[in-house]
């Protein structure tokens, strides 16, 4: 079965801090790959996604994610946080011959001025 | 106006009460989805429609009903609540699914079933 995981549960940085969330699948296709976040009281929404092409994928509020094929992995990345970074962040993978999304269990990100 | 709403926004229930909770989207959007997240767990799956006469089971469907009353607006029913359907529950669209599209969520319900 597919899954997603998300090794680090919880981050604590410093403001200007960078950042680096892992994400690994299992899943031996083709696949979509995105990054959620979700702010404290509100609902998720999608950062960034990776669909083909360019593995380097560039999204909102200066975040970027690296899929590397031979690792399984869908990484994000920031080089300098921002307090109000501060929110839960889940990686979600589709294999494409299913319907279904996958999340990972989500890294909380606390940011501290 | 939010293009996902979901009504109620916070609900207190007791065991075997019958719960329904509502999404109604404007997006227009084809495809919709109902989640629930759970500390550590992450979301999931619960059902998924992608039109109004196709209903899937996610992976956690046990204990919970849908209906797709119009391409607008898509429920979710618990019919005897039990104590471990206590989460944030999350509707979400898509347009043309997964391949292509992202995700709109709605704001969540919590659900507390006592």
């Known amino acids: 079965a597919q899954s997603v995981s998300q090794h680090n549960h919880h981050v604590i940085l410093s403001e200007a801090a960078s950042l680096e969330l892992g994400c690994n699948y299992s899943?031996?296709?083709?696949?979509?790959l995105f990054w959620y976040v979700q702010y404290p009281g509100q609902h998720l929404q999608l950062l960034l996604k990776?669909?083909?092409?360019?593995?380097l994928v560039k999204g909102i509020k200066g975040f970027e994610a690296e899929f590397i094929k031979s690792k399984f992995s869908f990484n994000l990345r920031k080089p300098s946080v921002q307090w109000s970074d501060t929110a839960e962040y889940f990686c979600?993978?589709?294999?494409?011959?299913?319907?279904?999304?996958?999340f990972g269990t989500g890294t909380r990100l606390q940011v501290f001025p | 106006d939010a293009d996902v709403t979901q009504t109620p926004r916070n609900r207190i229930t007791k065991t075997g009460k019958r719960i329904m909770l509502e999404c109604s989207q404007t997006?227009?959007?084809?495809?919709m989805y109902w989640y629930r997240q759970d500390p550590g767990l992450g979301l999931r799956l619960i059902y998924y429609?992608?039109?109004?006469?196709?209903?899937n089971k996610g992976e956690i469907s046990d204990g919970y009903s849908v209906s797709r009353q119009a391409q607008a607006k898509f429920s979710l029913s618990l019919e005897s609540a039990i104590p471990n359907q206590t989460a944030l529950y999350f509707c979400?669209?898509?347009?043309?699914?997964?391949?292509?599209?992202?995700?709109?969520f709605g704001p969540g319900t919590r659900l507390t079933v006592l």
């Open positions: 979400a669209t898509t347009g043309r699914g997964f391949l292509a599209d992202t995700q709109y």
């Open positions: 429609s992608f039109d109004v006469k196709d209903i």
């Open positions: 997006k227009g959007h084809d495809r």
């Open positions: 899943y031996g296709g083709t696949v979509n």
């Open positions: 979600a993978v589709n294999a494409r011959n299913t319907d279904k999304l996958i």
């Open positions: 990776y669909f083909s092409g360019d593995p």
